[in-house]
């Protein structure tokens, strides 16, 4: 498989990501068949995923769990660039966790990305106009006008499906459709359980219309905006191919009854990768991510770390003295 298609399809599926985890609005993960609440028989599900929405608005903090997978599947022999082989090999994945405020602003996380093989932990904090990240146990300072792009975005208080649409993400724009499964007991409280799908085609528009959205440089920092949109100007082939290449995206969502808080999302999307050209060896690909929120409108306490040494050091360390030009934090 070429670069840039292997590039589009990890662009697709990390945008697909974003939208199927908060298209709908923004503990315990048993799920036991319990009694109809009286909602029930008097909403739909375009009904609770709009009350949702409207509730969420409300949110100034809350905790949450996040796991994502990418797993592809095929022949590593007959792959000729090195990154298909090793997706091949072992799937992408993302585990984080914490809690964030927006008022306060505070952030406390923490993320493992497991690529290539390789496992890379790091964790984030942030409290007023400060912040700060730690990788191999050691904590960096953020700079302090990066510090004020990472604390200001947490202060605004938008749902991530507003900072979508600021980029041209808008999930409104796919045809997303909504069935009432019925309602369930997780974690001990009642909740809705609804399905939703995704047009695929309205995805592809979606994800190029933002790649052409001068707010990207805005979002993403300068060098990261070109790159992508070069990745558009490459990849408007392999994105039709990647388009019709999707076999199945669902996203099940579960609110709770009496507030309508989002608190769990589980969403999946399977890939028949034989139909495209220049497959190399690439067979599937299937992406799966659960999200589980809870903690909301509860304090974030932050404490500032201890021996906090400036953030060039660690970029010196893994890129040679890269500039931080273009970046936020």
Same mark, same amino acid.
């Given at each position: 498989m070429h670069r840039t298609r292997l590039t589009t399809v990890l662009v697709a599926l990390l945008a697909l990501a974003a939208v199927l985890a908060f298209a709908a609005g923004c503990g315990g993960d048993s799920e036991e068949p319990a009694a109809e609440a009286p909602q029930v028989a008097e909403l739909t599900a375009e009904e609770i995923v709009a009350q949702s929405e409207q509730a969420m608005q409300?949110?100034?903090?809350?905790?949450?769990?996040?796991?994502?997978?990418?797993?592809?599947?095929?022949?590593?022999?007959?792959?000729?660039?090195?990154?298909?082989?090793?997706?091949?090999?072992?799937?992408? +994945?993302?585990?984080?966790?914490?809690?964030?405020?927006? &008022?306060?602003?505070a952030a406390d996380l923490?993320?493992?990305?497991?690529?290539?093989?390789?496992?890379?932990?790091?964790?984030?904090?942030?409290?007023?106009?400060?912040?700060?990240?730690?990788?191999?146990?050691?904590?960096?300072?953020?700079?302090?006008?990066?510090?004020?792009?990472?604390?200001?975005?947490?202060?605004?208080?938008?749902?991530? +499906?507003?900072? /979508?649409?600021d980029v041209g993400? &808008?999930?409104?724009?796919?045809?997303?459709?909504?069935? /009432?499964?019925?309602?369930?007991?997780?974690?001990?409280?009642?909740?809705?359980?609804?399905?939703?799908?995704?047009?695929?085609?309205?995805?592809?528009?979606? /994800?190029?219309?933002?790649?052409?959205?001068?707010?990207?440089?805005?979002?993403l920092?300068?060098?990261?905006?070109?790159?992508?949109?070069?990745?558009?100007?490459?990849?408007?082939?392999?994105?039709?191919?990647?388009?019709?290449? /999707?076999?199945?995206?669902?996203?099940? +969502?579960?609110?709770?009854v009496e507030t309508f808080y989002l608190r769990k999302v589980d969403a999946k999307a399977a890939f028949d990768m034989t139909g495209l050209e220049d497959a190399e060896g690439m067979t599937a690909m299937d992406f799966t991510m659960l999200v589980g929120l809870d903690g909301f409108n509860e304090p974030v306490e932050v404490e500032e770390p201890k021996d906090a040494q400036p953030l060039e050091k660690l970029m010196e360390a893994m890129f040679g003295g890269m500039s931080l030009d273009g970046m936020e934090f």
């Amino acid at each position: 498989m070429h670069r840039t298609r292997l590039t589009t399809v990890l662009v697709a599926l990390l945008a697909l990501a974003a939208v199927l985890a908060f298209a709908a609005g923004c503990g315990g993960d048993s799920e036991e068949p319990a009694a109809e609440a009286p909602q029930v028989a008097e909403l739909t599900a375009e009904e609770i995923v709009a009350q949702s929405e409207q509730a969420m608005q409300d949110i100034t903090s809350a905790s949450f769990n996040v796991d994502l997978s990418i797993k592809v599947e095929g022949d590593p022999s007959e792959a000729s660039d090195p990154q298909a082989q090793a997706l091949m090999q072992s799937p992408i +994945t993302v585990k984080a966790s914490g809690a964030s405020s927006d &008022d306060p602003v505070a952030a406390d996380l923490s993320m493992t990305f497991g690529l290539m093989g390789q496992n890379i932990k790091m964790e984030m904090r942030a409290k007023d106009d400060q912040a700060w990240v730690a990788y191999e146990d050691q904590w960096y300072k953020v700079p302090a006008e990066d510090s004020k792009n990472a604390t200001g975005q947490l202060s605004e208080g938008a749902l991530p +499906t507003e900072q /979508l649409k600021d980029v041209g993400l &808008d999930p409104n724009e796919w045809d997303l459709t909504w069935e /009432l499964v019925g309602t369930e007991d997780l974690g001990g409280t009642q909740v809705y359980h609804v399905k939703g799908t995704a047009d695929a085609e309205k995805f592809a528009e979606s /994800l190029m219309k933002a790649l052409d959205d001068p707010q990207l440089a805005e979002k993403l920092g300068a060098d990261a905006a070109q790159q992508l949109q070069g990745t558009r100007a490459q990849s408007e082939k392999e994105l039709k191919q990647l388009q019709k290449a /999707l076999e199945d995206v669902s996203v099940d +969502t579960w609110y709770e009854v009496e507030t309508f808080y989002l608190r769990k999302v589980d969403a999946k999307a399977a890939f028949d990768m034989t139909g495209l050209e220049d497959a190399e060896g690439m067979t599937a690909m299937d992406f799966t991510m659960l999200v589980g929120l809870d903690g909301f409108n509860e304090p974030v306490e932050v404490e500032e770390p201890k021996d906090a040494q400036p953030l060039e050091k660690l970029m010196e360390a893994m890129f040679g003295g890269m500039s931080l030009d273009g970046m936020e934090f």
